[in-house]
């Protein structure tokens, strides 16, 4: 038995079982909540995560679904940060120097990293930027409660990885395995950061 979690592999992949969340929903669900504080309007710009990886694909395509046609939403920069501290930083440096205040709306990552966004923004008088991550540790936590992170996505490890051994158990020992097991990801924002402990 082969049984995959966290990051989803190809259909070609002869798995057991897939324990993940769902991705496309995850992306979609964060930039709603971006339009929903903005009116429905704004230059965004997205960090991707690392390029071809099952989070970057869905995660990107949600966002787009939640983007793409709409009157007053612009898409101004996509580019991938490889959920890296350094590079995150990197690009909202950059950003920040090409945008203007007034001209950036939100900046969007796939990973909590976006903290690290958030907290320079807020160091070069940039409160007007709105930032949106993914995951939920206790700085994300913190980031939130503040105010310096507007939102993210809360989608457990620990009940990804022991699902994953559950189905691993079941599946050695002869009984069904669901294909895909899907866990729920709720949205944290500061209307319920309070009531939600960190995942790690």
Known sequence: PVVAFSLALSDAANLTSFVGTDEVLIGK?????????????????????????????????????????????????????????DKTVALI??????????????????????????????????????FFGVDYPEDMRQAIKSGIVQATVAQSPARLAKLAVEAADKAVKGEAVEKKIVIETPLITKDNVDQVPADY
């Open 93 to 130: 440096q950059n950003w920040l120097s090409k945008y203007p205040k007034g001209e950036l709306t939100a900046v969007f990552a796939h990973g909590p990293e976006i903290v690290a966004a958030a907290e320079y923004a807020k160091s070069q008088g940039r409160d007007e930027v709105l």
């Open 29 to 85: 669900s964060v930039a709603d909540y971006a339009l929903s504080l903005t009116g429905g309007k704004g230059n965004m710009a997205l960090m991707t995560g690392i390029l071809g990886t099952s989070p970057q694909l869905g995660r990107s395509e949600g966002q787009h679904q939640a983007f793409d046609g709409k009157d007053g939403v612009a898409v101004v920069e996509e580019q991938p940060n490889d959920w890296a501290h």
